[in-house]
């Protein structure tokens, strides 16, 4: 019963953001915008690029959650869906890993599925790539949870984008350090494991923690 | 018969001011209670309150089955078509009611099915509620002025749909300020007044 109320909730967020096109599109475009207007920016050069690829990619996807988080819970507060999720038998915490994941189906795996693409544009090294795209894999979802959590706690605030802003960063300093870190070990052919690791026990304790807390953060709002 | 909704002496605050003087009920199947009072006397407070989502302040609101609660707010996605909101409300709430269509038409709003939901009217709006109600049947229904932006006839309608529903075993708690409901069944009466009992 409970799969089927989070499946129905991720169905709907994600027929939602297909109706809402543009807006979904929003993230890749974000994504080749960093990628093509960075070559302009910094010069052309193959080494400058492919040491900084790691980066602009990351950044990008960082970025590109965050455009969402304002409206993760904001509408669903408004026309009173978010209420309805504290009536019945599925816990509140697992409809947010719920809305957390649809989060991340929109935002994160368009970037997922080209960063490829982008980083072959910066002439990052192919063995590099395989890492890039299983940090992103480890990576984007703790963007998604602490992003979620911000989100929660700055919903009873009026335009609360500029302090979810100053939440999310100094938390997901970590996530952009060790994944960067990891690319560019794999680029200079060295070994990842050690950053994918630290990212993979981050990814493990957020989604410990931030379920039953953005759940908490939830409730002080809806009262 | 085994009560489907117990408080005691439950009572809410808002910034350490308790909203309401402490409420003790019980609501068992096939009872109807209708909360009464002025404006601002914490009837929404009160009925959010036994549906879970706010949390007592003092004493303890005990559920014995997963209610329905029907407030203010739409709880309907505008830009989904009302089929697609109800059919969404079906699974959510993992309900085995009337499939889409027929809700629709009970409540009057047959035909409308793919219109998205935010070009209906007000009191289309109420309906395609009460329709959410009858695809995920629970047997206790919380409703907030469900006689809200209705016409005769939608008032009408609420009517027969209590009507049934307590006929089939179900219970209701409902909060009206001008028209109450015409139905057969005795409504017991819950008057709210303000903490200290001064009115």
Known sequence: MIVRSMSALIARDLRLA??????????LIFLFSVIILIPLGVGPGPNLLAAIAPGMIWVAALLASLLALENLFR??????????????????????????????????VPVI???PL????????????????????????????????????????????ILLSIL????????????????????????????????????????TLVPLATSAALRLNIE | MSPMLETRQASFARSGESVFAPVDLTLAAGEALIVLGP?????????????????????????????????HLPAFKGDLSCRENL?????????????????????????????????????????????GLLVAPRSLWLLDEPYASLDDAGCELVDQLLTEHLAGGGAVALSAHQRKPMIEIDLARLELTPPGGAA
């Open chain 1, 75 to 108: 509408p669903d507060l408004e026309d009173g869906t978010l209420e309805q999720w504290w009536i019945g038998f599925c816990p509140a915490g697992a409809l947010v890993v719920a809305r957390l994941f649809s989060h991340w189906l929109i935002t994160a």
């Open chain 1, 113 to 115: 599925v080209f960063a």
């Open chain 2, 87 to 131: 059919a969404f409300q079906r699974r959510f709430h993992g309900g085995e009611g009337l499939d889409e269509n027929r809700a629709l038409a009970r409540v009057g709003l047959a035909g409308l099915g793919l219109r998205p939901a935010r070009t209906l009217s007000a009191g289309q709006k109420r309906r395609l509620g009460l329709a």
């Open chain 1, 18 to 27: 297909v109706r809402h096109g543009g807006e979904s599109l929003m993230p």
């Open chain 2, 39 to 71: 404006n601002g006397c914490g009837k929404t407070t009160l009925l959010r309150m036994l549906a879970g989502i706010l949390r007592p302040w003092e004493g303890e609101v005990v559920r014995h089955c997963q209610p329905a609660f029907l407030g």
């Open chain 1, 168 to 207: 999310v960063f100094p938390l997901v300093v970590p996530v952009l350090i060790f994944a960067t870190g990891a690319v560019s070990a794999a680029a200079d052919d060295l070994s990842a494991r050690a950053h994918l690791g630290m990212l993979g026990a981050l990814l493990i304790l957020a989604i």
């Open chain 1, 118 to 161: 982008a980083a072959q544009m910066l002439y990052l090294p192919a063995e590099a790539l395989g890492v890039l795209v299983l940090s992103l894999l480890l990576g984007t979802p703790i963007l998604s949870l602490v992003g979620g959590l911000a989100a929660a706690l700055t919903l009873g605030t009026n335009r609360g984008s």
